[in-house]
């Protein structure tokens, strides 16, 4: 079995920053692509921003400049740095990992129990 515990969400006013951390843990050959993804009341789940196991990086469009995705592979860690942070950016922010459980097994998806952060105005 896998867990992903994210951690550091809360509450800030806005212009602040907060960073996001997604440990993953238990039985874990590999780690492929992780990523973080957000759901604010009445809306979709969408993509924050996604890296691969090598280091690239991706990110929705509109977060571009002010959020920095990054993980430590040793640690089985990714991270999310959000700066300059709206009243929009107001969700329950997902971790999700690709993960190799054994040799010669598949990928699964995996998916953290969320962080709520908040920005008041």
């Known amino acids: 079995q896998v867990q992903l515990v994210e951690s550091g969400g809360g509450l800030v006013q806005a212009g602040g920053s907060l960073r996001l951390s997604c440990a993953a843990s238990?039985?874990?050959?590999?780690?492929?692509?992780m990523g973080w993804y957000r759901q604010a009341p009445g809306k979709q789940r969408e993509l924050v921003a996604h890296i691969t196991s090598g280091g690239r990086t991706n990110y929705a469009d509109s977060l571009k400049g002010r959020f920095t995705i990054s993980r430590d592979n040793a640690k089985n860690t990714v991270y999310l740095q959000m700066n300059s942070l709206k009243p929009e950016d107001t969700a329950v922010y997902y971790c999700?990992?690709?993960?190799?459980?054994?040799w010669g097994s598949g990928a699964y998806d995996y998916w953290g129990q969320g962080t709520q952060v908040t920005v008041s105005s």
């Open positions: 238990g039985s874990i050959f590999s780690i492929g692509a």
């Open positions: 999700n990992a690709l993960v190799v459980v054994r």
